[in-house]
């Protein structure tokens, strides 16, 4: 073929290769030529997809041999240089509108056959099909990728995409599929033929197990139970997995990486609770490490808190790691990444990466850096390393796939220039991998079998996958899994950080919050978290929770697990006027009724008794079935009924100061209800005196505070803590404490239920001679339905 024709066709914006594949094609490259003709052509079509539709025009005329169509040919090359014909489906349309028009078309029918002006926009077409997959939601889950081929003809055929562009609308179902299956995983696999077992369990014994294996458990069933065993992740080449497993003999393993950067949160102790607890149920192993890669964030307090909180939720990492343990070893994967044309230092501006990532609306394109070459951009890797640029003037990246629909393959940054000194290498390094570079690595270095995490990690499983293939090495499998999020409260760390400052709260350990060192200190104990989080099973999907059902699990897991007691926060004094000054009964109370484990104590009844302000009223009603002027009720354990006498009160503030009642040890009376009840005794040491009772309630008043339109302060509960600082309680609290806490264990361990009051704890302030007790959730769900 002649130069001639190629330099005609280049003008068409051919690649090289299309270029001698249409030269071969004699009629193709007869058309391509006419086609430049016809345009008028005399320099190359700078626009890519105008290229392209001319390429498509040339393509789909190439076998018509009717003059009076070629003829009308030049409409629709001109409609597509005058950008009203855009995409290939239009060109289809046109070609054959002029086919059957012939020598009569025009340029007003041929538009209207080709839809011009009714092309969709990507908002449009995004919009199309989020509409559509709302509406098939249930069956695009249900069949996951196995979808496709019947998703895209239903989406081919909604009238507004009719003139969509087929690559766009191709984007768009890929970028959807993405965000709600995620990437491919085991249930897209090709189904594997299964062989029946024919010992399939028959008898009672096999059922029974059978049963016993429904009790919930969140690692044998639902997203944990249908992880791949061990070995079961795909390699490139088997020789990756065979080192692998012969490095960890085909156990678990697992990690949890949390970056020491703040206070761990409700939401993490699912994480820990997956991670370790997958490990621990597989006997295999489960890494702490440190994920510190930024100097900048890194706190010790935090390396601190964080182990705490895990060893508190009754976990013992395999071992403690640090990512920073391996900046050696990641520099070095760094320049071997670079050696096989896989990086690259780049040298935009923050914003010329945005523009050039597409984000401002334009096509995505590669910088000028990327086409370096190898030599080149290892010497300025180098200069990196040693310190040659500034914050912000150079980066390593990937060289991944610009192409593709997924941004976590845009060429992510692998390694940036900081100028901060690390709590770990000092001022050794001047470069710092991120969290992309970094973490599949670090897994892949552990021999991570398991690399669980949440689901807004979906799309960076394409970049970990990549990378670990891009440098031939072990390629742990990550999965992810729906967070568990508590609404009604806030978790991020910059708001908890204001309310602390600004004093809404305490400290980030206030029980108010959901941190997990303040839930540790309101009282909760670690056994209800795992439970709850149990309970709750793990899929793929997000949980919101509400605080409610949150606390309810809570308060069903202490209701099991505390001893009752007879606290008082707001005493009245009560006087039986018919006991003898030197009156004493030893009551025995059992801790808790209904189980002997714990045994009983004693408790001395004498002639004066504090009873709950909220337990007296000045005036009786027929609804009301406490204390009031004239009636009897019970005292827990007490043989015998009271009966209020008079009352007085402090003329000043109105308030009640002491009421008498006489002991009706003369006759039995049955009572309408029964009050709990804390005697002085000196020689009992009774009542034990509570500085402090502090009644936490929610810290927010609605359930989303984040969506207050005057900002989650607006939405803050001015009544969030009720502080009680003259109540009393029982004796028992001292003997139980001695008993049954062990020394050494955190204060918040002393657990108990006050009797018709609520579920409480001893506050970490709490001294010997100050006694501070934090109430960790009410008795019942709405506490101000109390009577
Ligand atoms: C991980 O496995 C590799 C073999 O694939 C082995 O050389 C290495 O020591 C293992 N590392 C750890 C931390 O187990
Ligand atoms: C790094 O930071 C230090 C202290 O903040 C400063 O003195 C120094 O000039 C900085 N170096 C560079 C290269 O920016
Ligand atoms: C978590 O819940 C809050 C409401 O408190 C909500 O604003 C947020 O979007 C939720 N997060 C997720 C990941 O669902």
Not at 116 to 143: C, D, H, L, R, W
Not at 510 to 539: C, K, M, Q, W, Y
Request: hydrophobic share 35%; aromatic share 8%.
């Amino acid at each position: 073929m002649s130069t001639e024709i190629s330099e005609k066709l280049a003008l068409l914006g051919l690649t090289d290769q299309k270029l001698s594949d249409a030269l071969k094609n004699k009629k193709l490259a007869a058309a391509l030529s006419a086609v430049v003709q016809e345009t008028g052509l005399s320099s190359p079509v700078q626009d890519k997809s105008t290229a392209s539709l001319l390429q498509s025009l040339a393509s789909s005329t190439k076998d018509i041999s009717d003059s009076a169509v070629l003829a009308a040919r030049p409409l629709i090359s001109e409609a597509i240089l005058a950008r009203k014909i855009k995409t290939s489906v239009q060109v289809d349309a046109a070609v054959t509108y002029i086919k059957s028009a012939g020598g009569e078309s025009d340029t007003a029918d041929l538009e209207e056959a080709a839809g011009v002006g009714k092309e969709a926009t990507p908002e449009q077409i995004s919009n199309e099909v989020t509409a559509y997959f709302n509406e098939n939601e249930e069956s695009i889950k249900a069949n996951r990728y196995k979808a496709i081929p019947s998703l895209m003809a239903g989406i081919k055929r909604l009238p507004g995409l009719k003139w969509a562009a087929p690559a766009e609308v191709k984007t768009a179902i890929d970028a959807k599929l993405l965000e709600v299956l995620g990437p491919k995983d085991e249930r897209d696999a090709p189904p594997k033929k299964v062989k029946k077992d024919k010992s399939a369990p028959t008898t009672a014994v096999a059922a029974a197990s059978e049963e016993h294996k429904k009790a919930r458990n969140m690692f044998a069933e639902g997203f944990l139970g249908d992880l791949h065993k061990p070995g079961g992740n795909v390699q490139t080449r088997p020789e990756l997995m065979e080192q692998h497993l012969k490095a960890t003999g085909g156990i678990v393993v697992t990690r949890f990486p949390p970056e020491p950067n703040g206070y761990l949160h409700i939401g993490h102790s699912k994480a820990i609770a997956v991670n370790f607890g997958y490990a621990k149920y597989h006997n295999g192993i489960c890494y702490l490490r440190y994920d510190d890669t930024n100097p900048e964030a890194e706190e010790e307090r935090y390396f601190t808190a964080i182990l705490e909180i895990i060893t508190w939720l009754g976990f013992k990492p395999y071992k403690i790691t640090y990512s920073s343990d391996h900046f050696q070893e990641l520099y070095d994967l760094g320049e071997e990444l670079i050696r096989r044309d896989k990086g690259y230092v780049c040298f935009c501006t923050a914003e010329e990466v945005h523009s050039n990532r597409g984000l401002h609306g334009g096509p995505r394109t590669a910088c000028s850096h990327r086409s370096k070459s190898v030599e080149q951009s290892l010497e300025e890797f180098r200069a990196m390393r040693d310190g040659k640029y500034k914050p912000g003037e150079a980066t390593m990246r990937m060289k991944m796939d610009l192409e593709d629909p997924n941004p976590q393959m845009w060429d992510l940054v692998a390694y940036r220039v900081l100028n901060a000194s690390h709590h770990r290498t000092g001022d050794k390094w001047k470069i710092y991998p991120t969290y992309d570079f970094t973490h599949c690595l670090c897994d892949s270095f552990e021999n991570i079998s398991h690399s669980l995490c949440t689901t807004e990690f979906y799309l960076s499983r394409q970049s970990y996958e990549w990378l670990c293939d891009a440098l031939d090495i072990y390629k742990p499998a990550q999965r992810e899994y729906g967070r568990l999020n508590i609404t009604g409260t806030i978790m991020s760390k910059r708001k908890i950080a204001r309310l602390v400052k600004d004093k809404y709260v305490s400290d980030w350990d206030d029980p108010r919050l959901f941190t997990l060192v303040a839930i540790r200190r309101r009282g909760v104990p670690p056994e209800a978290i795992l439970s709850f989080v149990n309970e709750l099973g793990v899929t793929t999907t997000n949980s919101n929770i509400q605080v409610g059902r949150f606390e309810s699990s809570v308060r069903k897991y202490l209701e099991d697990n505390t001893p009752r007691l007879m606290l008082i926060p707001d005493p009245i004094p009560m006087i039986l006027e018919n006991l003898p000054d030197d009156f004493v009964e030893e009551i025995s109370l059992p801790y808790k009724p209904g189980s002997t484990e714990l045994g009983e104590h004693i408790v001395p009844f004498t002639k004066t008794v504090y009873i709950d302000r909220s337990d007296f009223r000045e005036t009786d009603s027929a609804d009301y079935f406490r204390l009031a002027p004239g009636k009897s009720v019970g005292l827990l354990k007490v043989p015998y009924t009271v009966r209020v006498t008079s009352f007085s009160k402090d003329p000043a503030t109105g308030k009640i100061t002491e009421i008498k009642a006489v002991y009706e040890n003369d006759k039995k009376v049955k009572p309408k209800t029964y009050i709990q009840w804390v005697a002085l005794s000196p020689d009992h040491s009774s009542p034990v005196k509570v500085a402090e009772v502090r009644s936490f309630n929610r810290l927010f008043l609605s359930e989303n505070p984040e969506s207050n339109p005057d900002g989650f302060l607006a939405d803050i509960n001015p009544n969030s803590l009720d502080l009680y600082k003259n109540a009393v309680i029982e004796v028992g609290f001292d003997d139980f404490k001695k008993k049954f806490v062990k020394p050494g264990a955190g204060p918040e361990s002393m657990r108990f239920q006050g009797l018709r009051v609520g579920y409480f704890c001893m506050d970490r302030e709490a001294t010997e001679e100050s006694l501070i007790l934090n109430r960790i959730v009410t008795l019942r769900e709405d506490s101000s339905k109390d009577n």
